[in-house]
């Protein structure tokens, strides 16, 4: 089936520093949507990507879709306590789910 | 508000019980979704419904079943042939047409062995 690699699987930063996550695929996805979990919560869709290049920005968290809608990346700019959490990547197509990376943000 | 509830919180599984986790949704989501995580792991689908009196196994079925009678609910008997349950459970619906459709998600079940 669908496999979607995602790394790091765990990132601690300082408060202030900036986090990437990546997702990548070895065939073209249709489309990628991202998850956040906070510790004992449960996944809340964050935002989906369709289109080749695509680039979304929510405040401080900036999306982006791969030319050749094999990768994603979730960046977030400046991290703050409150970003602590696991994001996920998903391929809803085949409702796979990736690993996640858990970040740990040090205030 | 609308939501996903799903019950027990906690439960706990003696050996050779069948349990039933429950799931229901006022969303009026046609698509309702069953996975597992273990810790600090991610998500695995065990079955899916996109449509009532219809469903499909997902990855990790065995040991599983379900039934989706009515839109609004979409319970998970773990058996005594799924040998190791322990695990985090989490019921998710969407709209129709699932694969591009954000997956709504309740609160999680946590089931332990006794």
């Known amino acids: 089936g669908q496999q979607v690699m995602q790394i790091p699987q765990y990132q601690h930063v300082q408060e202030g520093e900036d986090f990437t996550t990546y997702c990548n695929s070895s065939t073209t996805l249709s489309n990628i949507q991202w998850y956040k979990q906070r510790p004992g919560g449960h996944p809340v869709f964050l935002i989906q990507l369709v289109k080749s290049g695509e680039v979304k920005k929510q405040k401080r968290l900036t999306f982006q879709f791969g030319e050749a809608k094999k990768n994603s990346s979730l960046h977030i700019t400046a991290t703050q306590t409150t970003d602590v959490g696991t994001y996920f990547c998903a391929e809803p197509h085949n409702l796979f789910f990736g690993t996640g990376t858990r970040l740990t943000v040090i205030p | 508000d609308g939501g996903i509830t799903q019950s027990p919180k906690y439960l706990f599984r003696k050996e050779g019980q069948n349990v039933t986790l429950s799931c229901e949704q006022n969303?009026?989501?046609?698509?309702m979704y069953w996975y597992r995580q273990d810790p600090g792991q991610g998500l695995r689908l065990i079955y899916y419904s996109q449509i009532v009196n219809d469903f499909q196994k997902g990855d990790i079925a065995e040991g599983y079943s379900v039934s989706r009678e009515k839109k609004e609910s979409f319970p998970l008997t773990v058996t005594s042939a799924q040998k190791n349950p322990t695990a985090f459970y989490l019921c998710?619906?969407?709209?129709?047409?699932?694969?591009?459709?954000?997956?709504?998600f309740g609160d999680g079940t946590r089931l332990s062995i006794l």
């Open positions: 969303l009026n989501h046609d698509a």
């Open positions: 998710a619906s969407s709209r129709g047409g699932y694969s591009n459709q954000p997956q709504h």
